[in-house]
C-alpha cells in the first residue's frame, strides 16, 4: 500500500526536479553553458540557445520534437544577424523589465521594455514567448509582433510586420526576400538586394485587381488560422491542401524566397500551400547575368550564359560576370539566340513597331544594351521589342520568348555546340559561421568553475530523468532510442585518456583503411564504439575542426553515425558507432554470403546515403573513396556509408584554387576524372558507386581489388558487362545475364529489379560524366522498379 506511494511521491520529486520551466520570473536568466531552455506547457515549444555555428548561437524558439533528420526547425530568432557566444551568454529579464540578450557583458539584442510592477517570461502552448504583468497577465512584449521568417498558425501579420527571408540554408541572417503590405494594401513578396528590388508576387505584369487583390481595405491584416485558411485584407485566401484541425502547420518565407505553408507529418514538413509553383519565376534567385533553370528531380539550379563566368563559386546567388569587356564599337558584336528565354524588367525602351533587324540595331547602338527580347505578343497582335540594360530574373519561359545576348563577335564565333549554359553551380553555400569573439579566460572564478560543476550535475540529472520518463512513457523501438541518445549526449570531444580507455589501449583493432586503424570500444556509458585513429600525417588542427563541426552535423540513416572526435597534440581520432555486421567487403568475401534482397537494399541505402550528402544541401560533401571496405552494415543489415567528410584532410597539398588536385579514391573504383587530370566533382562518387554495384552483383574473383588494379582492367571489365547485358536484350534471353551475376544469388531475385539495378550501374560508370545520373536520380530509379513490381 505505503511503497507504491513512496514510489508516487519519489516520480512526483523527480519530475519536479528535471521538468522544464515555461516561466522565467524576474531578475533571472537563461544560460547558453546550461542548455537552460524554456517549454510550452503542451511541450511543443522550445525556447533557449540554439547552436547555428562553430561556438556560434542564437536565442530562438523552435519546435520540441526534432525532425527525422535530427535537426530542430526555428520559428523565430532573436539576433539573427548578430549571433553570441558558446561561453558566457545569456538572455535575462532584468529587475527594470528589459529583456536583454548578453553575450560576457556586451548587449546583442533587448526587448526594449520597462515597469515597475512584477513581470515574468513565458513560452505559450502557441509558440508565442511574452513579457507579462504578474498580476493581470497582460502583455507587454511578445516574439508574435516580431516575426523573423516564420507564421504560425493564429500568429497576426499586421501592417508593418515584415517575414523577411534566411539568407541560405545553415546562415540564417537576413536574406533577400520579403513578405510585407505595400502602401496600396497589397500583401507582396519582394527581392531586395544591392539596390536591386523587384516585386514578384503578385503577378508584377498584372494590376492588383487582375491578380484578385482588393486595394482598398486600408486595415492591412492577414492570418494563417488553425485550419489552415489564411485571408488577408486585400482579399487574398486560400486553404491549405490539408484542410482541416490539429495537425501543425507554420508560413515560412523560405531561402529561395517562395512563401510556403508547411504541415508536419512523421517528423518531416510537408508543403500544403506555396505561393509560387514555378520556383525560377521568383526574382534575383540566381543574381545577375544568370539563367534559371527548373528541373523536378534535381530542383533548381543557376547557370551562367555563354560568354559570362560564376562571379563566386561556392554562392550561385552572386549571379555572373561577363568575361569580356562591354566597351567596344558596336561592329565588334554580334548575338546569339537565348530559345525560349525570358528575363523579366530592366527595359530601356520597347517598341510594337520595330522589325528584328530594327531591334537589334537599337541594341548595337546603345552600349548600355545586354541583350534584346523579341517576341510576337498576342495582346498586342504584333512582335515586341524590348532592350534589356540588365539581365536579371532570366529563365526558360516558353514560347513565344525568345532573347539575344549581346556578345564580341569571338565569342559568338566560339558559341558551336549551342550550349546555352557555359557553366552550372550548385545553390549551396558551404561556410561554416564561427564566432571568435575574444573574453577574458582568467576571470573564471571559483564560483564560476562552482556553477558549471554544478550545471553538469543538473544536466546530468535531466539527462537521466529524460531517458528514465522516455522510457517509462513510451516503448521505444530500438532505434529511436539510439536517436534521443544521441541527441542527448551530442557530438562531443573526448579526451585522448577517454579514447585509451575506450579502446583499452588500442587492443581491438577491426578495420584498416586509407585513412587510419579502426579499433573497437566501449565508451564510459557503455556505448559500443568504433574507433578511429587517423594516420599523423593529417594537417592542423583549424582544418580537422571544420571538418569535425562538418561531420557533427551530418544525420541520415544511410550515414555512419559520429559521436564525437578526439584532437590532442597530434592524435586526431573519430569516434563513431559501431557495426555489428563489419563492411560491405568482409561479407561479400566472407561464408555467410549475403543474399539478392539483401544486397538490392544496400545498394539504395548506399545511393540515399551518397545522395544526401551530395545534395541536401546542407554542405556539400563529395566522398572521393566510395568502395566496399566503405559500407558498414548493422545487425540489420543496413548500409551505412563510412569515412565521408574525410577526403578534404589528406592530401592537403594542393597546388592551385582546386582543393582536390591529387589522385585520390581506391584502384578499381576510381572515376576516370582522377586519370585525366579533369574537373572533380559529385559525380567521381557515382562512379565508384556504380562500381561497387557491379562488384556486389558479379562473382567475387573477377572484382577483388587485386585484380582490377589499373584502370584498363575496370574499363574491360565494364565494357565486358556491358555487351553482355546488351546480347541479352537483343536476344530476350537471360543466359547471358545469368553469366555475368554472382551464382550465390542465382534463382532469388527479382529479374525487373535486377535487369533496372544492372542498367543504373552501368549508367553510373559512364566514362563521360555528364552522361551519369546523379545520386538522387539513382535513387529515384532504383525505387521505381520497386514501384514496378
Ligand atoms: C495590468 O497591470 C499593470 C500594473 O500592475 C497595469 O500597468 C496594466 O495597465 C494592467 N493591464 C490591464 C490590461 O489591466
Ligand atoms: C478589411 O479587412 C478586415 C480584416 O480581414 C475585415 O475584417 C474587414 O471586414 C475588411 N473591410 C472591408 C471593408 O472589406
Ligand atoms: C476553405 O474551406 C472552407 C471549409 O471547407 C470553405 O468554407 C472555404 O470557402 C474555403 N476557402 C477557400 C478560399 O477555398
Ligand atoms: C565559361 O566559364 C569559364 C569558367 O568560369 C570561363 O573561364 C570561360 O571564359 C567561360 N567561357 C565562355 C565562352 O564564356
Ligand atoms: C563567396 O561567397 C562565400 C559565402 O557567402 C564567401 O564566404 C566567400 O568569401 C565568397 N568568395 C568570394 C571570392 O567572393
Ligand atoms: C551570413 O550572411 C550574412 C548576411 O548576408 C553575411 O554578412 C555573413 O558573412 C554570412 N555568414 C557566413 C559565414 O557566410
Known sequence: MYLPFLFLLYLFNLANVCSSQSVLTQGSSLFVEKNDHLLSPNRLYTAGFHQIGQNAYCFAIWFTQPMLDGKHTLVWIANRDEPVNGKRSKFSLEKTGNLVLTDASQRFWTSNTKSNSPLQL??????????????????????????????????????????????????????????????????RLLYNRDGIASVYWPRPWLL???????????????????????????????NTSDFGETLQRRLTLDVDGNLRVYTLSQKRWVVSWQALSTTCAIHGVCGPNSLCTYHPETGRTCGCM??????????????????????????????????????????????????????????????????????????????????????????????????????????????????????????????????????DENSTNGSLKFMLWFSIILGGIEVFCFLFFYYITKKPSPTTTQTYLAIATGFKRFTYDEIVKASRSFRDEIGRGGGGIVYKGVLADNRVVAIKRLHEAIQGEAEFLAEMSTI???????????????????????????????????????????????????????????????????????????????????ADYNAKVADFGLSKLFHQDSTQDSAFSRIRGTRGYMAPEWLFNLPITSKVDVYSYGMVVLEMITPQNRLTRDQATDYSEQKRLVSWIREKVHEASESLVETQIMEILDPVMEEEFEKIEMKNLLR????????????????????????DSDKEL
Request: hydrophobic residues 35%; contains cysteine; negative net charge.
Open 306 to 439: 555563354h560568354g559570362y563566368k560564376a562571379k563566386n563559386r561556392s554562392d550561385s546567388s552572386f549571379g555572373c560576370v561577363p568575361t569580356f569587356d562591354f566597351n567596344k564599337d558596336s561592329e565588334n558584336y554580334d548575338f546569339i539566340k537565348l530559345p525560349f528565354v525570358e528575363f523579366y524588367g530592366f527595359d530601356s525602351q520597347w517598341s510594337t513597331r520595330s522589325s528584328f533587324k530594327e531591334c537589334m540595331k537599337a541594341c548595337l547602338d546603345d552600349s548600355d544594351c545586354k541583350a534584346f527580347q523579341f517576341s510576337f505578343d498576342q495582346s498586342f497582335g504584333s512582335f515586341v521589342c524590348y532592350i534589356k540594360l540588365l539581365l536579371y530574373n532570366g529563365f526558360y519561359k516558353g514560347t513565344p520568348f525568345n532573347t539575344y545576348l549581346k556578345l564580341p563577335k569571338s565569342d559568338v564565333l566560339s558559341y558551336t555546340d549551342q550550349k546555352v549554359v557555359n557553366e552550372s553551380k550548385l545553390d549551396c553555400s558551404t561556410s561554416v559561421i564561427e564566432i571568435k569573439r575574444p573574453y
Open 552 to 634: 557533427g552535423r551530418i544525420n541520415h540513416r544511410n550515414l555512419i553515425d559520429t559521436y564525437g572526435y578526439c584532437a590532442e597534440g597530434k592524435h586526431r581520432i573519430l569516434v563513431y558507432e559501431y557495426m555489428e555486421n563489419g563492411s560491405l567487403a568482409e561479407n561479400l568475401l566472407g561464408a555467410n554470403q549475403l543474399d539478392w534482397r539483401k544486397r538490392f537494399e544496400i545498394a539504395i541505402g548506399v545511393a540515399k546515403g551518397l545522395a544526401y550528402l551530395h545534395e541536401e544541401c546542407l554542405e556539400w560533401v563529395l566522398h572521393c573513396d566510395v568502395k566496399p571496405h566503405n559500407i558498414l552494415l548493422d
Open 122 to 187: 513565458q513560452l505559450l502552448d502557441s509558440g508565442n514567448l511574452v513579457v507579462t504583468h504578474v498580476h493581470n497577465q497582460s502583455y507587454i512584449w511578445q516574439s508574435f509582433s516580431f516575426p523573423t521568417d516564420t507564421i504560425l498558425p493564429n500568429q497576426p501579420f499586421p501592417r508593418d510586420t515584415v517575414l523577411t527571408s534566411s539568407r541560405s540554408l545553415t546562415n540564417f541572417s537576413s536574406g533577400f526576400y520579403k513578405l510585407y503590405f505595400d502602401n496600396d494594401n497589397v500583401i
Open 760 to 783: 543504373v550501374a552501368l549508367k553510373c560508370v559512364e566514362e563521360d560524366k555528364d552522361a551519369r545520373p546523379t545520386m538522387s536520380e539513382v535513387v529515384k530509379m532504383l525505387l
Open 208 to 238: 492588383s485587381w487582375q491578380a484578385g487583390r482588393f486595394t482598398y481595405n486600408t486595415t492591412r491584416f492577414a492570418s494563417l488560422d488553425s485550419k489552415g485558411l489564411f485571408l488577408s485584407s486585400d482579399s487574398f485566401t486560400f
